[in-house]
C-alpha cells in the first residue's frame, strides 16, 4: 500500500492549504484515514481521523479550523486547513490505520512519508 500526499506548502497566517492523500494498493477496507503532524522538537500528534462511517475526530488544537473528509471509494482523505497559524508548521503524515487486504486479512497500518506546511507571521 503506498500512501500519496500532496497539497503542502507556505502560506501566511490566516490563510488556507487543502491537504489531500490517496492510498493505492491492493486495499479491501481502510478503518482509518487521517493526518498527525510533527513539529521540529515535538512528538507526532493527531491531527485529525475519519472512519469508513464517516465519525470524525480532531485533535484540540485544530477544532474548529480544519476539516478532515474522506472519498471511500477513491480511498482517499482531503483536510482543508483554514485560519492556519504559525503554530501549525510540521510536516503532516497521512495515515492510513486498519487497512484490510480480503474480508478475512489482519489489519495493518500505514503511513505516508509526509508533507511539509510552513506557516508564516
Known amino acids: 500500500v503506498q500512501l500519496q500526499a500532496s497539497g503542502g506548502g507556505l502560506v501566511q497566517a490566516g490563510g488556507s492549504l487543502r491537504l489531500s492523500c490517496a492510498a493505492s494498493?491492493?486495499?479491501?477496507?481502510?478503518?482509518?484515514l487521517g493526518w498527525y503532524r510533527q513539529a521540529p522538537g515535538k512528538e507526532r500528534e493527531l491531527v485529525a481521523r475519519?472512519?469508513?462511517?464517516?465519525?470524525?475526530k480532531y485533535g484540540d488544537s485544530v477544532q474548529g479550523r480544519f476539516t478532515i473528509s474522506r472519498d471511500n471509494a477513491k480511498n482517499t482523505v482531503y483536510l482543508q486547513m483554514s485560519s492556519l497559524k504559525p503554530e501549525d508548521t510540521a510536516v503532516y503524515y497521512c495515515?492510513?490505520?486498519?487497512?484490510?487486504?480480503?474480508?478475512?486479512?489482519?489489519?495493518?497500518?500505514?503511513w505516508g512519508q509526509g508533507t511539509l506546511v510552513t506557516v508564516s507571521s
Open positions: 494498493g491492493p486495499i479491501f477496507s481502510i478503518d482509518y
Open positions: 495515515s492510513a490505520e486498519g487497512v484490510y487486504f480480503s474480508i478475512s486479512s489482519y489489519a495493518r497500518d500505514f
Open positions: 475519519v472512519t469508513s462511517d464517516g465519525i470524525v
